[in-house]
């Protein structure tokens, strides 16, 4: 779900006004469940933060039947530590066709950063300002299986499971600050 035009400025005016989450870097946290179109919203809104920095969950091997969290530590260390103290993070995003690990990719220290992601507004995090992006289970759901195939049906509605475990345990969607439909 790419950023209307209209909104682009007034986004990028409020990302720009918020004080810094990590380290000099203002964290804008995608989150909500499996096939919402947080992915697709997040490019669209890095691109409109002025090409700033863009990782996602996508970006690390976390299993079907893990923790929603399971990316989370390996993020703080490759990218947000660095961040915090104001160096360049050193991202090896996982690529899920090659089912293997790809050249090390230095995240700058920008003005912000796009996380997206399952969990990436969770209370934990250091984002500064926290989207929310839900749709219809349905629509959710096939938009997953036309993305990994059909023979991920049972993983994914485990997963989806384990995801809505996590947001009503950590209250995600009612801590958001932006909430809206993919």
């Known amino acids: 779900m790419p950023v209307p035009p209209i909104i682009r400025p007034a986004l990028a005016a409020r990302v720009a006004a918020l004080p810094p989450s990590c380290g000099p870097v203002r964290l804008v946290a995608v989150d909500g469940p499996s096939g919402a179109g947080k992915s697709t919203f997040a490019r669209a809104l890095a691109a409109a933060l002025g090409d700033v920095p863009l990782v996602g969950s996508d970006d690390f091997r976390v299993p079907w039947d893990a923790d ?55 209370r934990g995090s250091p984002a500064a300002l926290r989207i929310w992006i839900d749709a219809p289970r349905a629509v959710r759901r096939a938009r997953a299986l036309a993305r990994d195939g059909a023979a991920h049906a049972a993983a994914w509605d485990g997963w989806a499971a384990r995801e809505a475990a996590h947001f009503a345990a950590d209250r995600t969607r009612e801590r958001a600050d932006i909430r809206l439909r993919g």
Request: glycine share 10%; charged share 25%.
């Open 68 to 122: 929603p969290l399971t990316w989370w530590e390996p993020l703080r260390h490759a990218v947000l530590d660095p961040l915090a103290q104001g160096r360049p993070g050193l991202l090896r995003r996982y690529d899920w066709r090659r089912d293997a690990y790809g050249p090390a990719e230095r995240i700058p220290v920008a003005p912000a950063l796009v996380l997206d992601g399952v969990g990436a507004a969770w």
